[in-house]
């Protein structure tokens, strides 16, 4: 679903957020793959802070301002320096 609708609106390079095991995995690049996009992921130093804070912060209902500049940043990075042109929120839960 995010694939077709990225797509349908017109994107074609999309960063992707979440937790460390989410964006090192292959599902969101084979199916924006399937739909023509391509899939750009933080560097290895900015996936295991994002993972810490989903999993340290977020989970726990912790909502920290730095976490939120810290996302930002992240993001324009990946627009201004990889050219995406939208980004998956994405996330993985268990229970």
Same mark, same amino acid.
């Given at each position: 679903m995010?694939?077709?609708?990225?797509?349908?609106?017109g994107f074609r390079r999309l960063g992707l957020t979440g937790t460390?095991?989410?964006?090192?995995?292959?599902?969101?690049? =084979?199916k924006l793959?399937?739909?023509g996009l391509e899939c750009v992921r933080p560097n290895a130093a900015e996936r295991e802070e994002i993972s810490r804070i989903i999993m340290d =912060?977020?989970?726990?209902?912790?909502?920290?301002?730095?976490?939120v500049a810290t996302l930002q940043a992240v993001i324009g990075?990946?627009?201004?320096? =990889?050219?995406?042109d939208a980004v998956?929120?994405?996330?993985?839960r268990s229970r």
């Open positions: 995010v694939a077709a609708r990225a797509a349908g609106r460390r095991w989410l964006v090192e995995s292959e599902l969101y690049p =084979e793959a399937a739909h =912060e977020l989970v726990g209902s912790t909502f920290r301002p730095e976490a990075r990946m627009r201004d320096e =990889e050219g995406c998956i929120l994405g996330c993985t």
